[in-house]
């Protein structure tokens, strides 16, 4: 697999430049606000205010796994589809993209959430502003403990979906199903503890825009996001790292010469 290949369907990539890698990471990321975050607002505008029904909360997340799918298989060829600080991380520190990398993607994810969450109130207008903007925060019955093991948990199930889906040994071209299908099960049940953003972009996007549109913003909250999404992220990826090595057999790692020798007095 190429060493960007990340989400790429099938682990391959054609070579491009690194601008044009940050490009596809920056629409690819506020493709997936705007549809995903913005899912939110409007499932209040039309049908009232939360907290959400089961309903609704399946269809905010189907928004959320379709742009994920979109994206992987739109730019997934391009730069790896990764529109996740957290997924970037990971990825470098089990040697799957290069450290230098890692701040130029981060830089664009980011810079693609806030024009995600801009693209939001350019649609939906001021109202998407009044019911949230979909801001990501933890509900008042949830404390700091609980959302930070809620976003580790969700966030390590994306990673560990995501390195063994893009392993070249797994099934070529699923991967777009693979991680945009394990989004949408991972917010069913992390939602309603702390939105399940599971992603530090997605986090930070809606809070910038929503802060400079007067929406009431949790910044105190973003702390316990960021250290719970890369800590479950680098945990789940070291994991999958460690469960999936395989051994090299005794008779493969030894010279021609000795497995010759072994075969026969064996």
């Known amino acids: 697999m190429s060493r960007l290949g990340a989400f790429a369907p099938g682990g391959i990539m054609a070579e491009y430049t690194f601008p044009q890698k940050l490009l596809a990471e920056l629409l690819g990321t506020a493709v997936l606000v705007f549809i995903g975050v913005g899912s939110v607002p409007a499932t209040l505008i039309v049908g009232g205010t939360a907290p959400f029904t089961m309903a609704e909360l399946g269809i905010i997340s189907f928004a959320f796994a379709m742009?994920?799918?979109?994206?992987?298989?739109?730019?997934?060829?391009?730069?790896?589809?990764?529109?996740?600080?957290?997924?970037?991380?990971?990825?470098?520190?089990?040697?799957?993209?290069?450290?230098?990398?890692?701040?130029?993607?981060?830089?664009?994810?980011?810079?693609?959430?806030?024009?995600?969450?801009?693209?939001?109130?350019?649609?939906?207008?001021?109202?998407a502003v009044d019911v949230g903007l979909g801001i990501a925060a933890y509900h008042p019955h949830v404390g700091a403990g609980q959302a930070f093991v809620a976003e580790a948990i969700g966030t390590g199930i994306l990673a560990f979906t995501v390195l063994g889906s893009i392993d070249k040994r797994a099934p070529g071209g699923f991967a777009g199903l693979a991680i945009g299908l394990v989004v949408f099960a991972i917010i069913i049940?992390?939602?309603?503890?702390?939105?399940?953003?599971?992603?530090?972009?997605?986090?930070?996007?809606?809070?910038?825009?929503?802060?400079?549109?007067?929406?009431?913003?949790?910044?105190?909250?973003?702390?316990?996001?960021?250290s719970a999404e890369f800590i479950g992220a680098l945990i789940a990826g070291f994991v999958y790292v460690a469960c999936s090595a395989r051994r090299v057999p005794r008779l493969a790692a030894a010279t021609p010469a000795h497995a010759a020798t072994e075969g026969v007095s064996a």
């Open 189 to 226: 049940p992390v939602a309603p503890a702390t939105s399940a953003a599971i992603n530090p972009a997605r986090v930070f996007g809606p809070m910038l825009i929503g802060q400079s549109y007067g929406a009431s913003v949790q910044w105190s909250q973003i702390g316990v996001y960021l």
């Open 67 to 127: 742009a994920v799918i979109a994206m992987i298989y739109a730019i997934g060829h391009i730069s790896g589809c990764q529109i996740n600080p957290a997924m970037t991380v990971m990825l470098a520190a089990t040697g799957r993209m290069p450290w230098r990398d890692v701040p130029g993607y981060i830089a664009a994810q980011l810079a693609g959430a806030t024009l995600g969450a801009l693209a939001i109130v350019g649609v939906l207008g001021h109202k």
